[in-house]
């Protein structure tokens, strides 16, 4: 199986954040992660990561008129620990440089069949509102296990978000995955007849129309063919061409997970890989990208596990959103984008 590495890592670390954290030798309880940011808390960018006082992961923008919203997973993984993502987090820009935290905005068991996990997510705007797709731990004794894509609705993209159907959009037994987590990291593109997608996936890449409701299914679940796909796929079109980013594994370049991206004039595809976007994560063998045009000009959001906060090094669970400008060429091909420091400073 081309992906029993990565998945027996995965699993690991679903183990851990069933289990909780190890206690350290002596007996002495581990250190926790910080709490979210304080709504109204302000930032002013500096440089790569964004946010130098939480752990942030699976970043995903929106653009609302003259605004820029960036919602994360909250890492909270404690020494001992991989995954502990315990809630979904806003923040918000006007001009790349001052950013606004707004607090959690919404928490996995606000959904009545969901135990745990808020792993990626993406925030769309349609009919006058705000959807949340993301992917969550069902909870066994309700019908289903593993990893679930659930949809939240608000009127603001700041909440409140409320489950919107009171079930799983797509359980693990709605597809034929190699494990119980190909059912995660969603994200969904409105085309320009108005007709909007789900796409989303962990080993296989699916897709899936959604019905006008934005909360069922309209028609079978397939699978579209990438290069080295992993996981963590992000849509978005610029002129006529239809981008899918996502990141991809291929241990022969590094065991590691970076982003890769293919071309299609169509939702349907066909699809034609194009190979790396960007590297692998400093200090994470994962990486998740998240895409958007604002002001004029293009932004790849990502995370790394380069952040220290309050003793904490960084690590898997203890990721850090970071920001890079996407240069794309005459024939609407990206050029690839190195990972820094600066990142898109310096800023007007």
């Known amino acids: 199986m081309r992906h029993k590495p990565v998945y027996l890592t995965m699993a690991l670390a679903l183990a851990a954040a069933t289990t909780g954290c190890a206690t350290q030798p002596g007996g002495k309880a581990p250190m926790a992660a910080p709490g979210a940011p304080a709504a109204g808390t302000t930032y002013t960018y500096t440089g790569n990561p964004l946010f130098r006082d939480v752990f942030t992961a699976d970043p995903a923008p929106l653009v609302v008129g003259d605004t820029l919203y960036l919602y994360a997973g909250h890492d909270q993984a404690g020494e001992g620990q991989m995954f502990n993502i315990t809630q979904w987090l806003a923040f918000s820009t006007k001009d790349m440089k001052t950013w606004t935290a707004h607090g959690p905005i919404m928490q996995p068991t606000d959904f009545s069949w969901v135990i745990s996990d808020a792993w990626a997510s993406q925030v769309i705007q349609k009919n006058g509102k705000f959807w949340l797709y993301t992917a969550v731990e069902h909870d066994p004794a309700q019908g289903s296990h593993g990893k679930a894509i659930g949809v939240a609705v608000a009127d603001s993209p700041l909440g409140p978000f409320r489950d919107a159907r009171g079930s799983a959009l797509v359980r693990n037994e709605d597809t034929d995955g190699p494990h119980t987590w190909d059912d995660i990291d969603p994200t969904v593109w409105t085309d320009d007849d108005g007709t909007s997608w789900l796409i989303w996936g962990n080993a296989n890449c699916y897709i899936a129309k959604l019905a006008p409701d934005m909360i069922s299914l309209d028609g079978p679940i397939r699978q579209i063919d990438l290069p080295d796909f992993e996981e963590g796929p992000w849509i978005f079109k610029r002129g006529d061409l239809y981008y899918l980013v996502y990141a991809s594994m291929d241990k022969s ?96």
């Open 253 to 348: 370049i590094s065991p590691d997970e970076r982003i890769s991206y293919a071309t299609a004039p169509s939702i349907n595809g066909p699809w034609t890989g194009r190979g790396e976007l960007m590297g692998s994560a400093a200090n994470s063998f994962t990486i998740h990208p998240g895409v958007a045009e604002f002001q004029g000009e293009w932004y790849m959001f990502y995370h790394v596990g380069t952040l220290d906060v309050g003793g904490l090094k960084g690590a898997l669970g203890r990721r850090a959103v970071a920001v890079e400008r996407m240069h794309f060429r005459p024939d609407g091909l990206i050029d690839h984008i190195e990972q820094t420091d600066a990142g898109i400073l310096p800023l007007p």
